[in-house]
């Protein structure tokens, strides 16, 4: 075998014996090959096990003082969905704040989360845009670095016609299993059934995450196209009266057990209730300011926001607080007792 080390070799001539560098030859063994996971091919993913999920987070991004990414904090979050049941995440979507992300940012977060976590769950990347090309180099970074699937949103802003839209997702869901996200309270733009019936054409496409509600919901499940519900205070009607495969979920960030038996656990009306005070709240102002703050105020996360999202005001930290007692802290993430944070101690990030 040869060596990898280099060495010197001894030349004489009429000014003596010398000394001449040899580079080194690396050392080869024939014919030898690692193993290789499922999740380490592009596109290995059969989009029916993309179907299948019931319960997938819309997983939360936490941050250090200097605004860079508290990955220490991200695994335990993490853990804890994975403990609690949950079958599959949603990395950089709106709730993870892909939106203040550089895509460096967003695929080094997508590639950490399939390393560590991609046997346990599935890991659905939010690699859309409202242009196609950006979309279409992040989706290949993304299945690349051993991403599940991806979730596209429509293009936001610079609408464009239907035909283009379904031009749009056409090229993304070439390149593997793919959920469109429609969610015109963000993007201006519904997407109507007709767009969804021709791309429905392509193996690839795993379903809807649908903000519409549940007649849509309905519409999509009597054509046989998978649809989860992507709004936490419809979930339970849309999962157990009209069809839905399951719920695309912020709430289950911070309850993720309960979260669990609401999808699985047949109707069950009473805990529904329960959870919708916690729900309203959350909502109260844009998705993901109350889920931050919430989270701070467990000990689960630094209370550290990227601008322009800060924290909700000092009664609504108070009211969060009498919500967790009221469902049982037990419930929830973390194992800190939840407080009411000061306006002091929460840190706002203008360049990270």
């Not at 990955?71 to 853990?79: R, S, V």
């Not at 749009?168 to 201006?188: A, K």
């Not at 289950?252 to 609401?262: A, I």
Request: proline share 6%; glycine share 10%.
């Amino acid at each position: 075998m040869a060596s990898a080390i280099g060495c010197y070799s001894l030349n004489a001539n009429h000014r003596g014996t010398i000394r001449t560098w040899r580079s080194p030859r690396a050392a080869v063994i024939p014919h030898f090959h690692l193993p290789m996971r499922s999740y380490e091919v592009k596109n290995r993913t059969n989009v029916d096990d993309i179907k299948s999920l019931r319960l997938i987070t819309a997983i939360k991004t936490p941050y250090l003082p200097d605004g860079r990414f508290d990955l220490e904090a991200y695994d335990a979050l993490m853990n804890e969905q994975i403990n609690d049941g949950v079958e599959g995440v949603i990395v950089g979507g709106t709730t993870g704040e892909g939106q203040l992300m550089s895509w460096d940012e967003h695929i080094m977060l997508i590639g950490h989360t399939v390393n560590c976590y991609g046997g346990s769950i599935k890991v659905i990347g939010n690699t859309g845009s409202n242009s196609t090309r950006e979309a279409i180099h992040a989706t290949e970074q993304g299945f690349a670095v051993g991403m599940h699937a991806a979730l596209h949103i429509n293009p936001y802003y610079g609408k464009t016609s239907l035909d283009g839209l379904i031009s749009h997702f056409s090229n993304m869901l070439s390149m593997g299993p793919t959920i469109v996200y429609n969610v015109p309270s963000r993007t201006g733009q519904d997407i109507p059934p007709h767009v969804i019936k021709e791309i429905a054409k392509s193996p690839n496409l795993a379903g809807v995450k649908e903000c519409v509600g549940h007649d849509r919901v309905e519409h999509y499940m009597s054509n046989r196209v998978v649809v989860w519900s992507g709004n936490d205070d419809e979930c339970h009607d849309s999962r157990w009266d009209h069809g839905a495969t399951g719920v695309i979920s912020v709430a289950s960030n911070l309850v993720p057990g309960l979260m669990r038996d609401l999808m699985f656990g047949g109707k069950n009306s009473p805990l529904n209730a329960k959870l919708m005070p916690l729900i309203e709240w959350l909502f109260v102002e844009p998705n993901p300011i109350g889920l931050n703050t919430a989270l701070a105020q467990l000990g689960v996360v630094r209370p550290v926001f990227r601008l322009p999202y800060v924290p909700l005001p000092s009664a609504k930290r108070v009211e969060f607080v009498n919500i967790v007692n009221e469902i049982g802290r037990d419930n929830f993430v973390g194992k800190n007792d939840v407080k009411v944070l000061a306006d002091d101690d929460f840190i706002l990030i203008n360049r990270y």
